[in-house]
């Protein structure tokens, strides 16, 4: 697994890495949305680093508040069906309706409750959800724009309206300070930080690099990592942890049979019987487990069945305030896979694991 940097600020060279089937490389996150880089930047990136950009040019700060009106909350796409709730937000007609259906599931036997995801401002009844016209309009014609641009050729279009660029074809590539963006550039992710591994809780076999920022299993046991409080499974949790807010981050996928989410900082270090990882067999977690025909989503002890398309690179949304925990699938467009829905009281951690340690290369 990589987890892909997206740092917009790169002090004089920087030299990426290459190589992550043996495991996984975290690469860092942002704690909101997604950075905005200029072209002369995005036209140098290797594949590791695959940047999430805007449109050729620096938009207006008008013109970027209208976007962000126009992108459902739930599902962070442009508004397909548009509906407005009693309290004036906007959501998608499907994704607020399956929002409730699963509100209505976690409070079986109890009064249905309907609330609002943005302002959590409740409804008695269950709202008449009308297809909201002048917003469907405006959707449209913001569509129509980006369809008549043309995209820069060492680019696509993602299903977020944003780029990404292709970058180099070799795995490693130096970016000089002057192809960096400059400090001016707007950032919609100020309080970049990155991400590192916890050696204090890595499994004995997964071997950590220097910086802790990669991870990969090895045919015996890491040298000083033979005791301590760490886990049993093949799991390993981020230094980091994360509160109030909104927090983003990806995560490339090298092979099928891995696990990742978040944590309270209780969970388990022993393997429980029957499974292989610990992560959502408890109410203290939350994972999404990839194996080679479907994802299963875990949460106290349970497992949903996703049948979806196998995505390589994963995004991982996390509105702390609203108890929003949603996990994507990132190709030509951007892919809900599946949400969590819960009460958030203590600080999460990222976390990785390996289901099947069979399946994970010894050497890169």
Known sequence: ICWREMTPRLPGHRQCEEGAAAGCQLWGAWPGALPRL???????????????LPTGRMASPISQKLEEKLVCSICLELFRVPVTLPCGHNFCKRCISEHWDKQGQAGAGKHPSYTCPECRRGFERCPELEKNVTLYNVVELAQDREAQGSAPKNRRVTGLGRWESKGCCDSSCVIPTSSAPSPSMPLLFPDHRNLTFDPETANKYLELSKGARR???????????????????????????????????????????????????????????????????????????????????????????????????????????????????????TKLIHSFHSVFTEPLYPHFGVSHPSLVPASS
Not at 38 to 48: M, N, R, V
């Open 215 to 333: 991870a990969k299993h090895g045919p015996s046991a890491v040298h000083g990592q033979e005791q301590g409080p760490r886990f049993e499974p093949w799991q390993v949790l981020c230094t980091q942890s994360y509160g109030p807010g909104h927090h983003y981050w990806e995560v490339r996928i090298s092979s099928h049979s891995v696990v990742l989410g978040v944590t309270y900082q209780g969970l388990p270090r022993e393997q429980q019987r029957g499974c292989r990882f610990n992560i959502g067999l408890d109410g203290g977690s939350w994972g999404l487990q990839v194996r080679e025909d479907c994802y299963l989503a875990w949460h106290k002890g349970q497992a949903k069945k996703i049948q979806e398309k196998l995505y390589k690179n994963l995004g991982v949304s996390l509105d702390y305030g609203k108890g929003l925990l949603s996990f994507y699938g990132l190709g030509e467009r």
């Open 38 to 52: 200029g072209p002369a930047s995005a036209a140098l990136l290797p594949p590791p680093l695959q940047f999430l």
